[in-house]
């Protein structure tokens, strides 16, 4: 039996417009009930990753909780969604981290056991600091040349904007052409070097890419001719074995959800909803047609790291 993963990676609408006070985000709500649909319908549990902070608000909070009550996988992306958590120091991140876990496991009763960071933003410290807390799997590697024309659109996208200039101090440039594009165990090292399996590691599930390093998540099947994209979602299903499909809230946002007045630069936004549900189908179908069986990533982290051990 082959598996795959359906992951969110939850950017959410509060966090793109800087957590307004008193703002009611309907990613927790009319856009999470779309992937949930899609959840029921084809009978899979997701593993959604959260930005912590989100949970401040008790809305926010109850639908986590419910989520996680219907079996859905909670895992964390952080408390505030620093872009550029490869440049923290080890102090920073133990209260950047340690922070989004004790806040996710008093939400769902459970800490959480995955990770990914924001915009792949990846270090040693990250995965020492993961391995502290506890974390089984971190999903924050994307082994890709693809990171640097998605970059330099994300900083095109950001000029002028704060969060630009924490987000060009990321010091991991090096990593994208060089990391492993399989999963991997490590005790902390980026590249999993010096393996000792006796010691506290956890394992490392790169984002899918091709032989030709051609990275593979939803977000490029609104930017790429879809028949262009297809065959990189294939040629991923077909020479992976842990595949995962990454999707993000703004997959199924639609422009009734946006607030007048205030801006967004995220791609797919102008995209019709029924555009989006139709993307979401023919890519599950593709991964069930490929013979996988849909677990959440905790599970599939467990039989790469069985594999590996
Ligand atoms: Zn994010």
């Known amino acids: 039996m082959k598996y795959a993963a359906m992951n969110i990676n939850f950017d959410s609408l509060g966090e793109a417009y800087g957590f307004p006070e008193g703002y009611r985000d309907p990613s927790f709500f009319e856009v999470a009930d779309r992937l949930m649909e899609i959840a029921d319908r084809y009978d899979f549990k997701y593993s959604i990753y959260i930005i912590a902070k989100d949970l401040e608000k008790p809305e926010n909070r109850a639908a986590v ?23 923290m120091s080890r102090a920073e991140l133990s209260e950047e981290l340690g922070r989004a876990h004790g806040l ?38 994307f082994p890709s040349w693809l990171m640097y024309p998605s ?26 052409l060089a990391g492993s594009r399989t999963p991997y ?9 010096d393996f000792d399996p006796e ?15 051609m990275a593979c998540w939803h977000t490029l099947a609104f930017i790429m001719d879809w028949r262009r994209y297809e065959r990189i979602l294939k040629s991923c299903l077909q020479s992976l074995d842990a595949f995962y499909y990454l999707l993000h809230p703004a997959d199924m946002v639609d422009a009734s959800d946006l607030e007048p007045g205030r801006t967004l630069h995220l791609e797919r936004l102008d995209v019709p909803l029924a555009t989006k549900v139709a993307y979401l189908e023919r ?8 013979g996988r069986k849909i677990v959440t990533m905790r599970e599939l982290a467990a039989r790469a790291h069985e594999a590996l051990i």
């Open 65 to 87: 909780r419910r989520w996680a009550e219907a079996g859905h996988e909670i895992g964390s992306h952080t408390y505030h969604h620093p872009p550029h958590l490869s440049a």
């Open 104 to 141: 996710i496991a008093e939400t769902v009763g459970e800490a959480p056991k995955g990770f990914i960071a924001p915009v792949w933003s990846t270090s040693a410290a990250v995965l020492e600091t993961l391995i502290g807390l506890g974390y089984e799997y971190d999903t924050s590697s």
């Open 151 to 176: 970059l330099a659109k994300i900083t095109a996208n950001h000029i002028g904007d704060a969060r630009m200039w924490r987000f060009m101090r990321r010091k991991d440039y090096g990593y994208f």
């Open 185 to 193: 165990l490590t005790n902390g090292s980026l590249f999993g070097r």
């Open 199 to 213: 010691a506290p590691h956890l394992t490392v599930l790169p984002l899918p890419t091709t032989s030709t390093r």
């Open 283 to 290: 890519a599950i179908e593709h991964i069930l047609s490929d």
